[in-house]
């Protein structure tokens, strides 16, 4: 199985403009997550997906920021516009039961 | 109150010796509980994972649960360089909650 995958890998765009993350989970995994980390916050959730329907989006900073996942196989988050302070490493997570598999994530810049 | 509280270290062991990681969490409510290992520059990977009170040992690993206390730990016996990294405690109830991470460098 190829894991998680994450695309792209690195991302640097200016102020304003609109980033999309995009997450391939594991075939068969039910759940689907979104992470941000950063050095002052840590690890934070953003928002999770249960067979496709998003279940908590309470980690999600502002209207800024949205997620969908179309299909079990592939889910965006979209940032709408960017600011400096939305650098960070993006992590998509996918799970069948409690162990979670994490992708390589996604460095964003936000000049 | 944090939910997850960690020292963030670093914490420095000899390499042979026995890291011992805390972990404390404010929701008594919470079932489950995770130890992920993060490598800089990598993403987190989960080496231990326990449910109910008490000791549960995987290899040189071993993870402790005292629900009371609303305590956790990660033992690491025979410390090596390898396993120098930030390990990061995890509290589920109804979603994952991240402790910051305790940084681990084990001095060869």
């Known amino acids: 199985d190829a894991g998680v995958i994450q695309s792209p890998r690195h991302e640097v765009t200016e102020m304003g403009q609109e980033v999309t993350l995009r997450c391939k989970p594991i075939?068969?995994?039910?759940?689907l997550f979104w992470y941000r980390q950063t050095m002052m916050r840590g690890l934070e959730l953003l928002i999770y997906?249960?067979?496709?329907?998003?279940?908590?989006d309470s980690g999600m900073p502002e209207d800024r920021f949205s997620a969908k996942m179309p299909n079990a196989s592939f889910s965006t988050l979209k940032i709408q516009p960017s600011e400096p302070r939305d650098s960070a490493v993006y992590f998509c997570?996918?799970?069948?039961?409690?162990?979670?598999?994490f992708g390589p994530g996604t460095r964003l810049t936000v000049l | 109150q944090k939910e997850v509280e960690q020292n963030s270290g670093p914490l420095s062991v000899p390499e042979g010796a026995i890291a011992s990681l805390n972990c404390t969490y404010s929701?008594?409510?919470?079932?489950?509980f995770f130890w992920y290992r993060q490598y800089s520059g990598k993403s987190p990977e989960l080496i231990m994972s326990?449910?109910?009170?008490g000791d549960k040992e995987d290899g040189r690993f071993t993870a402790q649960l005292n629900k009371a206390s609303q305590y956790v730990s990660l033992l690491i016996r025979d410390s090596q360089p390898s396993d120098s990294a930030t390990y990061l405690c995890?509290?589920?109830?109804?979603?994952?909650?991240f402790g910051k991470g305790t940084r681990l460098h084990i001095l060869p």
């Open positions: 997570a996918s799970s069948l039961a409690n162990e979670q598999f």
């Open positions: 075939s068969g995994h039910d759940y």
């Open positions: 997906f249960n067979n496709n329907v998003p279940i908590d």
């Open positions: 929701d008594r409510g919470s079932q489950s």
């Open positions: 326990i449910y109910s009170n």
């Open positions: 995890a509290v589920r109830r109804d979603k994952i909650i």
